[in-house]
């Protein structure tokens, strides 16, 4: 059994914080020149574990082993959302860095090889999992023609161009090369630390299911229109989102989560009755039956505010992803190791967040394990694992390596 080296591996992930360093947490927006710098490193660093590293035309760094042998592809996203945590996407990597090493060095190891990925823009700044996307041939280049930076506009290529990327072969993952790929992060959430755990076994990856819901009302004078003649659409999509919360619970599964992430009032003037109101909201689970129910529940509340008037309802969809089922053998394998490294401190969940696996999922077999989030936080400066949790996890991962290697 492969031992991981913990100060190694703690302190790579205190040097990849120093790059653009904010608070206790880190601002590293894709292609963000800290981003750049960040990857170089990455690369340098696959570099002195005995990989060969390459930054590729979309910014995903990849080192490949040069074990002639069955390989494992391990990794996660180095860039951060803004103003964010130290270890969404960084542990991944670091821990694919750090199994590699391990494995590599290790007689238990001889013959294996893991191959380590950091993706580009997981979280979104231009695309969506913009990287792994690419990597696994399912980025053209005209999505990559029509893409932009989301804060600030700049053309994706300009991003590229300006970091030096520009010009580069995107790398192309060959399936039949590997067994899988394995993805270690925070979980982001807080079941684990509820049921006082120290690692998720991931069963599977939410799907997503996003709603544009209009109201068409009538604009007109907030003073002189009587009550009884009003078609108010921003009263109206007020209502209906209320009805949403009052009937969702009644079929939600146990971790179905939903959000109205935005409402727009059209005109949006104090003395205006509003005209127009939109609305987006997107529900989450993993189990495809109670998807359904949730859409038909969906559809059945806004027809009923159609008919009910006196505004018009209307309901599109934006986007339905699929739930990505982890592969089941790399579920026992790193449950076999959880149990191993942590008796009885482990469970099997859902994942409630999107990651690089899911793509990786329609390529190869997906693995991936959670270490706790104190408190819950992520996508803020705050987050934090505690120490001996990120080095249980990084253990873990190196053993359940070895075992899907070897199987
Ligand atoms: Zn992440």
Redesign the pocket.
């Known amino acids: 059994m492969p031992s991981i080296d913990a100060g190694r591996m703690i302190a790579d992930l205190r040097r990849l914080r120093t790059f653009g360093e904010y608070k206790t947490g880190v601002h590293r927006p894709t292609y963000s020149p800290e981003d750049v710098a960040a990857r170089h490193w990455v690369a340098e660093r696959m570099a002195e574990a005995g990989l060969t590293p390459v930054i590729d035309g979309i910014g995903n760094v990849i080192g490949r082993s040069p074990v002639d042998g069955p390989r494992l592809l391990i990794g996660?996203?180095s860039e951060s959302q803004n103003h964010a945590g130290w270890l969404?996407?960084a542990l991944g990597v670091v821990y694919g860095l750090e199994v590699a090493r391990a494995v590599h060095s290790d007689a238990d190891g001889a013959g294996l090889a893991v191959d380590v990925v950091s993706f580009a823009d997981?979280?979104g700044h231009y695309g969506a999992f913009t990287g792994s996307r690419s990597l696994c041939g399912l980025l053209d280049d005209a999505e990559i023609d029509g893409l932009a930076n989301r804060s600030d506009g700049t053309p994706l290529r300009a991003a590229l161009e300006r970091a030096g990327f520009a010009g580069r072969a995107r790398e192309q993952i060959e399936p039949a090369r590997y067994k899988g790929f394995l993805e270690a992060?925070i979980e982001q959430g807080d079941y684990l630390e509820r049921a006082n755990l120290r690692l998720g076994i991931v069963t599977s990856i939410v799907a997503i299911w996003q709603y544009r819901i209009q109201v068409e009302g009538e604009q007109n004078h907030a003073g002189t229109t009587r009550m009884a003649v009003r078609k108010d659409a921003g009263l109206a999509l007020v209502r209906l989102a209320a009805a949403i919360d009052r009937r969702f619970p009644e079929v939600a599964g146990e971790r179905t989560v939903w959000t109205t992430g935005r409402i727009t009032l059209e005109p949006g003037a104090p003395s205006i009755i509003p005209g127009r109101a939109e609305m987006l909201f997107q529900f989450r689970d993993a189990d495809p039956d109670r998807l359904v129910l949730l859409k038909r529940t969906l559809e059945q509340l806004v027809e009923e505010a159609d008919v009910a008037g006196p505004c018009r309802c209307r309901l599109d969809v934006v986007s339905r992803s699929v739930p990505k089922l982890m592969d089941a053998r790399f579920q026992d394998a790193l449950e076999e190791a959880a149990e191993r490294h942590a008796p009885a401190a482990h469970m099997r969940m859902p994942s409630a967040?999107g990651?690089d696996a899911q793509i990786l999922a329609r390529r190869m077999p997906a693995g991936m394990l959670f270490v706790p989030s104190i408190g819950g936080i992520s996508h803020h400066w705050r987050e934090d694992t505690r120490e001996e949790d990120i080095v249980l996890g990084c253990q873990v991962m190196a053993t359940a390596a070895v075992t899907i290697l070897r199987s």
């Open positions: 996660s996203h969404d996407g997981e979280e992060h967040a990651h």
